[in-house]
């Protein structure tokens, strides 16, 4: 359950670093705040991908690594919309892809 749990933390606030991350960005893409909000995005994403090892690691069902997969893949494409709702759309996506991954793991656990 903790690595389960883990993983849905780590992904959580890496969404909320992508989406800073665009944000950013887009207000001015050569400043400081940009850069750093681009690196923040990336720690996330190594913590994110570190506890998506796990999950594949200690998964009893390839269904259930799947759905991790694809959570983080939408949670990692987020930069690349093209306007504000473009990366709403993308973060409802990576959202419910991500509790889709929660109600199988609640019942790989359970």
């Given amino acids: 359950m903790t690595v389960y749990s883990d993983f849905a933390g780590a992904l959580t606030e890496f969404r909320r670093g992508q989406q800073d991350r665009w944000h950013r960005r887009n207000e001015d893409p050569d400043s400081s705040v940009s850069f750093e909000a681009r690196t923040e995005a ?7 991908l570190h506890a998506l090892f ?3 690691l200690i998964s009893s069902t390839q269904r259930l690594i799947d759905a991790a997969q694809d959570a983080y ?8 919309a093209a306007d504000r709702a473009e990366l709403s759309a993308r973060g ?11 109600k199988l793991a609640a019942s790989d656990v359970q």
């Fill in 42 to 48: 990336y720690r996330l994403r190594g913590i994110a």
């Fill in 54 to 56: 796990r999950v594949q």
């Fill in 73 to 80: 893949d939408l949670t990692s494409a987020m930069p690349k």
């Fill in 92 to 102: 409802a996506q990576a959202r419910e892809a991500l509790e889709q991954f929660i």
